[in-house]
């Protein structure tokens, strides 16, 4: 049975840098490399987060210009529902980190639990950013209408869009975890396909993510309601 | 690491044909994957850019063989405007993105990166799987635009809104095709920006030990700053490209002004920007150029100090100047838009942002210069490429100073010199890095050597070719001719020009079929092709340490403890004039 590392403690990063040599490799000792810090999960979210913030930059120097142009902009009334919405994910990103905790503590149940109000509530705002679109074009504001609206649409449907990929892996996860508590419901010995370190790291990473997916949220609202 | 699956630590395991070979995560497989995309890209951006050069030197003649294969684009007998306007979109957009884009980064980079960094595979290989495919998909994608009704788009590879924005109105292939060609674009961006996210990861966290930052080949230095190009490039075309497909397919105006009246129809469109469009393209478009650059740059710099027997010289300096040409490409883009209207301020901006990139091109090049200095040359195949990439890469760059400077780009811009400065700076001078790269790893990726009389007959004739076909189109752009116009003989200005078209056509066709060469000795040479040894060019880093071709894991059992520089060539003490990375310390007073 392979033992449990840890995620959140800190392994001093291995010295190799510069002109020493690294330490000649014991006999029979971890051949592998040692974990370095960041993991490379992490690492890699924090590239993809990199990347989203390009295109919501992009798109808000698009924004910013339109704007500027022309007499066309009008701006378009907020739906309530996005209230509710901003308040769910607000709320995700908390249970997320609560999953995220109960996996350090070794508590794979109750952090499935969690896992599955993150889902649920991802849902909700999905479903509730969905009315929000019905709501605007039930009153008539649809992509093409004006500037203001058509930015609208694009901003949150991007949002969506990644959100969505977030709660793919979340469920991914959780159907992870799902699976080998069937298999053995007595104790925590690792997912079927998601050893027991690599599904922190999933989550940890999924967090990372989920909680960009909120302060974007944020920060969508307030450039699409507040600044304009 | 552990997510690695347990296979790759017990040397080659055999799957199914599919799994090996199409569906891989094998780093290795992948690369060459995408060096195959990219030959086919590159063939038939080649066979694109024959019609045009047909349509330039005779404009008038008559095709009726072409007749019976494309009807509506040879109507009459004559090859159409907008059939010639299709080949150029395409063959810029091929080109760009499926040859100068895949090959250099994704080829090289996937299969070299991780062995030159002692890794078994990329930090994610499943991803990596992944962007080949979702590549593969871009390019049918892209493709099917040729085949479409209509036919391709003839908007440009920039596809300058709001030509390509406002529909078939405007002409034909500006239905469906341009409709394709900004998924595809989209679908592209996708692909790439997975790719760039796992070299970064892969670099930064999967090195042997030993393998510092400063110890790292430059190709690996290269290929690990254009990933960050393109992690922060990408996302801006795409964001450019959603907005340009909505104003297409769903009513919304970014970038259709109010008012525009095309082919006597007013565009029900308002308050839109085609400047805007201009941004988030060349925001993307500059960096790309150097997407395309970087690798060449890197793969000239590690085989130069490999036949120069020499260490490169000022190798922190080499790093620096690729970070410095990485971060300037950023602040350049405003020189493409001279033309677009654009305060004096704002382009003295730019003026002196892209005048400045001149600094570190040419720390790089004089680097080049200083490691070939006093050296016992070996003229190889690759060594003679990477030669000419040095060449192509000073001649180019020389005129993108003149561009650079507002006063005269506004005479020569959208004029053949312009043509001539990017298909010489980017074009032809990553053509050499990717060519320099084949005939240096050939023997690594096959285990067996490609020819080096055909090589050198392929080299003198590419070489002599390119110049002869882009030195007398600066002439032409400074005789004013315009680029992107099917027709030039119809200006009375431009008539005396025409022998300089048909003698550019015949270059190229001559330089065309020089790389038949090349072909056959890039195929042949797979099955017949002498045997290689382990380190045939008895170069320095890690991939020469593992059997040609590699094995699965790269390095077995055994991970490389790395101890020394990338390029310890000329090592005194050393019983050969070269020292590999792995050596162990201890073996030479260096």
């Not at chain 1, 000792?29 to 992009?58: C, D, N, Q, S, W």
């Not at chain 2, 690990?224 to 801006?236: D, G, K, M, Y």
């Not at chain 2, 000795?521 to 092709?529: D, E, L, P, Y």
Request: charged residues 10%; contains cysteine.
């Amino acid at each position: 049975m392979a033992t449990i590392v840890t995620p959140g403690t800190r392994q001093p990063q291995e010295d190799w840098g510069g002109d020493k040599s690294p330490p000649e490799q014991g006999a029979g000792g971890e051949r592998r490399k040692l974990r370095r810090y960041p993991p490379t999960h992490t690492l890699g979210v924090a590239f993809a987060v990199a990347a989203i913030g390009m295109l919501f930059i992009a798109l808000t120097s698009s924004y910013v210009v339109r704007q500027g142009l022309g007499m066309d902009w009008q701006r378009i009334p907020m739906p309530r529902i996005l209230l509710v919405n901003t308040a769910i994910l607000l709320v995700s990103s908390i249970s997320i980190e609560l999953a995220r905790l109960a996996l350090r503590r070794g508590n794979q149940q109750i952090s499935n639990t969690w896992v599955f109000v993150t889902l649920v509530l991802g849902l909700a705002f999905l479903s509730g950013q969905v009315l929000a679109w019905q709501s605007l074009s039930s009153r008539g504001f649809f992509l093409s209408t004006n500037p203001h609206s058509s930015f609208f649409y694009v901003l949150t449907g991007l949002h969506g869009i990644h959100l969505a990929g977030g709660l793919l892996v979340l469920a991914y996860v959780a159907a992870g975890s799902l699976r080998q508590l069937q298999a053995s419901p007595a104790g925590f010995s690792g997912w079927a396909d998601l050893s027991p370190d690599r599904g922190c790291r999933w989550l940890d990473g999924t967090a990372i993510y989920w909680h960009f997916m909120d302060a974007l949220w944020i920060y969508l609202l307030v450039l699409l309601f507040v600044w304009s | 690491m552990a997510s690695h699956s347990s296979h790759t630590l017990h040397g080659e395991v055999h799957h199914g044909f599919i799994r090996t070979y199409i569906f891989s995560t094998d780093h290795k497989v992948i690369g060459i994957q995408y060096l195959m995309l990219a030959l086919f890209a590159v063939l038939l951006g080649m066979a694109l850019s024959v019609f045009m050069r047909l349509r330039l030197a005779w404009p008038a003649e008559k095709w009726p063989s072409l007749e019976q294969v494309f009807s509506v684009g040879f109507a009459g007998g004559q090859m159409t405007p907008e059939f010639y306007l299709a080949m150029m979109t395409m063959h810029g957009t091929i080109m760009v993105f499926f040859v100068l884009t895949t090959a250099p980064l994704s080829g090289f980079g996937n299969y070299f990166l991780p062995i030159q960094i002692g890794a078994r595979d990329m930090a994610f290989p499943v991803l990596n799987m992944l962007s080949f495919w979702v590549t593969f998909v871009s390019l049918a994608v892209m493709v099917s635009a040729l085949l479409v009704t209509g036919g391709a788009p003839i908007s440009g590879w920039t596809a300058y809104a709001p030509l390509s924005a406002v529909g078939e109105v405007a002409g034909p292939g500006l239905g469906t095709g341009q409709t394709l060609w900004v998924i595809s674009i989209a679908i592209f961006c996708a692909a790439s920006l997975l790719t760039a996210l796992n070299f970064l990861c892969t670099t930064i966290n999967l090195r042997a030990r030993g393998m510092s930052l400063m110890r790292m080949p430059l190709t690996v230095w290269a290929w690990f700053t254009t990933a960050i190009l393109a992690l922060l490039a990408f996302p801006v075309l795409l964001g450019g490209g959603v907005l340009l497909l909505l104003d297409r397919i769903g009513g919304s105006s970014f970038f259709i002004p109010g008012g525009l009246v095309i082919s006597d129809k007013l565009i029900p469109h308002e308050g839109g920007s085609p400047i805007l469009w201009q941004h988030l393209f060349w925001f993307f478009g500059h960096p790309e150029v150097y997407i395309a650059i970087l690798p060449g740059m890197g793969v000239t710099s590690h085989i130069l100090s490999t036949f120069a027997r020499k260490p490169i010289f000022a190798y922190k300096a080499m790093v620096s100047a690729i970070f410095a040409i990485g971060f300037i490409s950023y602040i350049v883009w405003g020189h493409h838009m001279f033309m677009s209207g654009m305060s004096p301020f704002t382009s003295m901006v730019f003026s002196v942002s892209t005048m400045a990139v001149g600094v570190p091109s040419a720390i790089k090049t004089f680097n080049w210069l200083a490691t070939l200095r006093g050296a016992q040359i070996r003229f190889t195949t690759p060594m003679l490429f990477a030669l000419a990439f040095v060449s192509l890469f000073v001649t180019g760059g020389i005129t993108g100073l003149l561009l650079a400077q507002p006063a005269i780009d506004i005479y020569l811009h959208d004029t053949s010199f312009v043509v001539a400065h990017f298909h010489l700076i980017m074009g032809v001078a990553a053509i050499f890095g990717i060519f320099a790269g084949i005939y240096y790893w050939f023997p690594k990726m096959f285990g067996r050597m490609m020819s080096a009389p055909l090589g050198r007959i392929h080299f003198w004739f590419t070489v002599v070719g390119v110049y002869a076909i882009f030195m007398p189109m600066h002439f032409m752009g400074i005789s004013g001719a315009p680029r992107r116009y099917a027709t030039l003989t119809e200006f009375t200005y431009l008539q005396h020009l025409q022998p300089v078209q048909l003698f550019i056509s015949i270059a190229a066709f001559i330089t065309i079929a020089a790389q038949f060469i090349f072909l056959y000795n890039f195929f042949v040479s797979m099955w017949k092709g002498e045997k290689a040894g382990m380190n045939p060019w008895e170069s320095t880093s890690l991939e020469w340490v593992i059997p040609s071709p590699p094995p699965h894991d790269n390095f077995g059992e055994v991970e490389p403890v790395v101890h020394h520089g990338p390029y310890e060539y000329g090592v005194p003490g050393s019983p050969t004039d070269f020292v590999m990375q792995n050596a162990p310390a201890g073996s030479v007073a260096s």
